[in-house]
């Protein structure tokens, strides 16, 4: 058992990007993926927890929230966690708080991801993508000198409750948005997007993906197609996508990324 856990979403890498820079920071570090049900939900044997996800829709990405409740940690350890979000803050560290007791928390704004509802130039306070991920870097190095530290946050995450009513209500859309996917000719039949998908919602039917309605709304499947021939709708497709530079597709694909 590694000394230190994060337990990371991540849809298009920008998370897991997050969570590496901190592990490489703290050392001896197992990043679980949070994209599924993970792999190690018992981590009672770990000295510090962590999380790192992004805001979807004002709460916590996917079934998130479900697998956190599964995870076994020790009365003793240390709890952290980290969001990243384009817009505001949402409810999530406050969810994750009343889970598990968060001793250190938090936040970074970042460029958006969600294709569909906004173009990735999205990002309060306005910045460039480059200027961005220097911010993101700097608050890794931030949180993991705290984590090290154990530091305690002085106040509770807010609640956000208005916040928690939304998250609701946006995570009941994205098996009707399943249906507005589109596949261009420019399609080559990779297999990227079923690969990547962590519902196992995307098959290849004659060499062209098929949606299910499993979805969570990562749309990883979208950001990480390697000929931009996925959308949703028409209102992508001249979007510019935002993958991390930093983290391939296979990447996302790993239950347990170690980092010593």
């Not at 994060?6 to 949070?34: E, Q």
């Amino acid at each position: 058992m590694s000394e230190n856990i994060i337990y990371c979403y991540s849809g298009s890498g920008h998370c897991l990007d997050m969570a590496k820079s901190i592990a490489k920071r703290l050392g001896d570090t197992d990043i679980v993926m949070m994209r599924s049900f993970p792999e190690k939900t018992d981590a009672t044997e770990a000295k510090r927890v962590g999380f790192v996800f992004p805001c979807y829709g004002g709460g916590l990405p996917g079934h998130v929230e479900e697998y956190i409740k599964a995870i076994k940690i020790a009365p003793d350890a240390y709890k952290f966690a980290v969001e990243q979000f384009a817009g505001y803050l949402g409810c999530g560290l406050h969810k994750i708080d009343e889970i598990v007791g968060l001793d250190y928390w938090n936040f970074i704004s970042n460029h958006s991801t969600c294709i569909w509802l906004m173009p990735h130039g999205l990002c309060f306070p306005p910045t460039s993508a480059e200027k961005a991920k220097e911010r993101v870097d700097q608050k890794a190095m931030e949180v993991a000198a705290a984590v090290k530290a154990m530091k305690k946050s002085e106040k509770k995450p807010p609640k956000k409750a208005l916040f928690a009513l939304e998250s609701s209500a946006f995570s009941q859309m994205h098996p009707m948005r399943t249906k507005k996917f589109r596949v261009s000719d420019a399609c080559i039949g990779c297999g990227t997007c079923a690969r990547i998908c962590p519902m196992g919602n995307i098959v290849l039917q004659d060499g062209r993906p098929g949606f299910g309605t499993n979805c969570i709304g990562c749309l990883s499947c979208v950001q990480y197609c390697p000929k931009e021939a996925i959308n949703v709708g028409r209102i992508t497709e001249k979007r510019e996508r935002f993958p991390n530079p930093n983290v391939s597709a296979v990447d996302l694909t790993k239950k347990i990324i170690h980092i010593d």
